[in-house]
T-cell receptor, first 113, second 113 residues
Framework: DSGVTQTPKHLITATGQRVTLRCSPR?????VYWYQQSLDQGLQFLIQ???????AKGNILERFSAQQFPDLHSELNLSSLELGDSALYFC????????????FGAGTRLSVL | GESVGLHLPTLSVQEGDNSIINCAYS??????FIWYKQESGKGPQFIID?????DKRQGQRVTVLLNKTVKHLSLQIAATQPGDSAVYFC????????????FGKGTSLLVTP
């Protein structure tokens, strides 16, 4: 167990809908990262937050947004969902935002039908 | 372009043998490299990391070698066990991307009895 908790484990929804994925980092970790894993694109970095502030953006679509709350948990919001958004979404956390080990949660499997 | 790639998509080894998983990177500015193991249905699990000022680092049954001259990274697993069967990813953690991870495509390691 990495100590990173993601909910829900599975999510099935329809095209055009909006969902929220939740992540609780390891105790003491200030930085949260979101990644998307799909069969054709592999693991892709989406966005990073550090102590409540956005630190870096990767290949995140405009339909996606995220935030990190004062208690350091993070949410990834996916809207106007398309079939191609079906993937595994992982959250990772690290103690700081620099060169430190990122610990991954078990992921949320999103299926858009 | 800048990428982290893997030489072999699949690797089959016999139990007890040593395994070597290779990875090539193209960005000479990369200063931190990480190996992750991902079992089916789980998130990536940290194995070992190495900074660019090192050539070798050892862990429990694992060794990571970094050859900056040819931009090559390898993961050696000693006395491979059935529990080592998984997909292995190398990733680089670049300073100019907010310390996000850029993952390779992964190598599937299958350990046969």
């Amino acid at each position: 167990d990495s100590g990173v908790t993601q909910t829900p484990k599975h999510l099935i929804t329809a095209t055009g809908q909006r969902v929220t994925l939740r992540c609780s980092p390891r105790s003491g970790d200030l930085s949260v990262y979101w990644y998307q894993q799909s069969l054709d694109q592999g693991l892709q970095f989406l966005i990073q937050y550090y102590n409540g502030e956005e630190r870096a953006k990767g290949n995140i679509l405009e339909r996606f947004s995220a935030q990190q709350f004062p208690d350091l948990h993070s949410e990834l919001n996916l809207s106007s969902l398309e079939l191609g958004d079906s993937a595994l979404y992982f959250c990772a956390s690290s103690i700081r935002g620099g060169l430190s080990i990122q610990y991954f949660g078990a992921g949320t499997r999103l299926s858009v039908l | 372009g800048e990428s982290v790639g893997l030489h072999l998509p699949t690797l089959s080894v016999q139990e007890g043998d040593n395994s070597i998983i290779n990875c090539a990177y193209s960005n000479s500015a990369s200063d931190y490299f990480i190996w992750y193991k991902q079992e089916s249905g789980k998130g990536p699990q940290f194995i070992i990391d190495i900074r660019s000022n090192m050539d070798k680092r050892q862990g429990q049954r694992v060794t990571v070698l970094l050859n900056k001259t040819v931009k090559h990274l390898s993961l050696q697993i000693a006395a491979t066990q059935p529990g080592d069967s998984a997909v292995y990813f190398c990733a680089e953690n670049k300073v100019d991307s907010g310390y996000a991870l850029n993952f390779g495509k992964g190598t599937s390691l299958l350990v046969t009895p």
